[in-house]
C-alpha cells in the first residue's frame, strides 16, 4: 500500500455554514479549512495489517495479553511484505451464517480476546469490524421503505412525493441467521470516490462486519422499549452511525437511522435505484443549512408517524414506548435534532454531536434536555471560533437540564463509524484519539444521555470529569471554561 491518505475528504461540510466562516469549496472531497479535520495527528502505520495489531494492543485488558500481542505485532512487521498491502488480503464474506456459539470470526479470535481488541483483529482476513456492542442483547435491524406523498422532495421538486429510507435496529431475542450488510458495494464505492481516497478497494466499506443480524425476531414488550432518532452527517449515508445504533440497540432501545435523500452521496432503495446529492456541489451558505434542518426535522416527524401512529409500518412498532423518544445527530444531523424538537415534541431530549447550528432554527426557549458533544478545535466556548459561537447562541435559550461536553484528540469524524474503520484500513483521520477509544467514548455518553432522560436512570458521569473518561471535557459556557 502506499503512504496512507488524510482522511480529511471524508469531512461533511456541515461546520462550514456558521456565520462568517468560509464558504465550502465547489465540488465534494474538499477538506474543509476551519474543522481541524486536517491535522497530521498521530503517525499511521503504513501496514494495514500492523496497524490494525497495533490498535488492538490499546484495547487489550489482560496485561499477559497485551505483551503476547505485542509480540505477534512485532513478528508481523519482521516478516509481512510490503505486498500484503489491504487490497490483495483475502476478504472474507462478511454475512456469513453465525451458529449460536459465535461465528467463525468471533471463534478464530485469539483465547482471551474479546470485545474491540479481537474486532480490531478482523482486518487481518481482510474483513473490517465495527466494534462489538456491550450491551447483553443480541442485535436484531431490518430496513423501511417510506413514502411521503404529503410533500414533494424538497431537493427535486419535480418527485413529487418524499421518499425515505430507515433503518431500524433493535434488542433481539436471538441472534439471527445472518450478519446484517453495512452498505452495498455502490454505496461504498460512491462514498470512496467522493471522500477521494484510492488506496482501498472502492467495494471494501460493503464487507464491513456488522453485530446486527437481519430481521431477527425483537424482544420486548408491548410499549416496552424507548426509541432514538439517528440522523448522520450532510453527505454521508446512515450506515455510518451503525456501531452507535447497534449499541443503543444491544441496551434495549429501538434505533431509527434515516437516510435523508439527496443529501446523502448513495442512497440504496428497494427497486434498486441509487439516488446521490443534490445539493453537495457548490458554495454552502448558511441558508441552506437552515432548509436542511427544516426538511430534515420534517422527515423525522414523518418517520415518527410510521413508526408509532395509528398505522405504523413496522409490524413490531407496538414494542415501542411512544411516550418514550428521543433523537441525536451527526454533524448536519446534529443541528437538525434541534429544529426536530422544536417542531416536535413527542421528541423529548436531544443531541447534537458536533454540528454547527445555522440560524432561523432556534428561535425561543427549548426547555427539554439537550446535550452539546463536540471536539475543542472547533467548539471550545469564548474560543471565537464562530461554530462555537452558534452552540454559544443556542446554549441561552436552553432552558432545561443542559451539557456542553469536548472530546479531546478528536476530529469530525471520531464519533461515527468512519474513524475506527478509516485505522484499519490505514488511512490517517488526524485523530489523536484511536477510533475505537472515540467510538467508545461517544457510546458511553450518548446512552448515559438516554438512560437519564428515557429511563429515569441518573448519570453522574454527565454531572463531573470522569477518571475513566479524562479525554472528555465538561464545559460552562457561562465562564468560558472546560474541565
Not at 450488510?181 to 482501498?200: N, P
Not at 450506515?239 to 439527496?262: K, M, N, W
Not at 443556542?394 to 475506527?420: C, M, N, Q, Y
Amino acid at each position: 500500500m502506499t503512504e496512507p491518505e488524510s482522511a480529511a475528504q471524508w469531512h461533511d461540510g456541515a461546520e462550514a455554514s456558521a456565520p462568517g466562516q468560509p464558504k465550502r469549496a465547489a465540488g465534494r472531497g474538499a477538506a474543509d479549512a476551519m474543522t481541524g479535520f486536517s491535522g497530521s495527528g498521530r503517525p499511521a502505520a503504513r501496514n494495514p495489517i500492523l496497524r490494525t495489531s497495533l490498535a488492538a494492543l490499546t484495547t487489550a485488558r489482560n496485561p499477559i495479553l497485551r505483551s503476547g500481542l505485542a509480540v505477534v505485532a512485532g513478528l508481523l512487521a519482521c516478516v509481512a511484505p510490503a505486498s500484503t498491502a489491504y487490497a490483495s488480503a483475502p476478504v472474507a464474506a462478511s454475512a456469513a451464517p453465525a451458529s449460536a456459539a459465535g461465528s467463525s470470526a468471533d471463534t478464530a479470535a485469539p483465547a482471551g480476546l474479546a470485545g474491540d481488541a479481537a474486532a480490531g483483529l478482523g482486518v487481518l482476513s481482510g474483513t473490517p469490524y465495527l466494534p462489538r456492542p456491550t450491551g447483553t442483547h443480541p442485535v436484531g435491524t431490518t430496513a423501511l421503505y417510506l413514502k411521503d406523498t404529503s410533500r414533494p422532495d424538497p431537493w427535486v421538486p419535480t418527485v413529487e412525493a418524499r421518499e425515505l429510507m430507515v433503518s431500524l435496529w433493535y434488542p433481539a431475542k436471538s441472534e439471527g441467521r445472518r450478519r446484517a450488510r453495512y452498505m452495498t458495494q455502490k454505496e461504498s464505492e460512491l462514498l470512496l470516490k467522493d471522500a477521494k481516497i484510492t488506496s482501498v478497494p472502492l467495494d471494501v466499506l460493503s464487507k464491513t462486519r456488522t453485530n446486527a443480524y437481519s430481521d431477527a425476531k425483537p424482544a420486548g414488550r408491548k410499549h416496552g422499549l424507548p426509541l432514538v432518532v439517528l440522523s448522520p452527517g450532510f453527505s454521508k449515508p446512515r450506515s455510518t452511525l451503525t456501531a452507535l445504533a447497534e449499541d443503543l440497540a444491544s441496551r434495549g432501545y429501538v434505533v431509527a437511522a434515516i437516510d435523508h435523500t439527496y443529501e446523502s452521496v448513495a442512497t440504496t432503495f428497494p427497486d434498486g435505484r441509487v439516488t446521490t446529492c443534490v445539493p453537495c456541489e457548490g458554495d454552502h451558505d448558511p441558508s441552506l443549512f437552515t432548509k436542511l434542518s427544516k426538511s430534515r426535522a420534517a422527515d423525522v416527524s414523518y418517520v415518527l408517524d410510521q413508526l408509532i401512529g395509528p398505522h405504523a409500518t413496522w409490524k413490531d412498532a407496538s414494542l415501542i414506548n411512544p411516550s418514550r423518544i428521543a433523537m441525536a445527530g451527526h454533524s448536519a444531523g446534529g443541528a437538525s435534532t434541534i429544529a426536530a424538537m422544536v417542531k416536535d415534541s413527542r421528541l423529548r431530549a436531544g443531541i447534537d454531536i458536533d454540528g454547527t447550528t445555522p440560524p432561523g432554527i432556534l428561535d425561543g426557549e427549548l426547555s427539554r434536555p439537550f446535550m452539546f458533544l463536540g471536539k475543542p478545535a472547533t467548539y471550545t466556548p469564548g474560543s471565537g471560533n464562530p461554530a462555537a459561537a452558534t452552540w454559544e447562541r443556542d446554549w441561552k435559550l436552553l432552558t432545561g437540564w443542559k451539557r456542553w461536553l469536548l472530546l479531546t484528540g478528536a476530529v469530525h469524524e471520531s464519533f461515527t463509524d468512519i474513524v475506527p474503520l478509516a485505522d484499519q484500513l490505514g488511512i490517517d483521520a488526524g485523530a489523536k484519539v484511536p477510533g475505537v477509544r472515540s467510538l467508545e467514548i461517544t457510546r458511553r455518553y450518548v446512552r448515559a444521555f438516554f438512560d437519564q432522560h428515557l429511563r429515569n436512570k441518573p448519570q453522574t458521569l454527565l454531572d463531573e470529569p470522569s477518571p475513566r473518561y479524562p479525554e472528555v471535557k465538561l464545559c460552562s459556557p457561562d465562564k468560558n471554561t472546560c474541565e
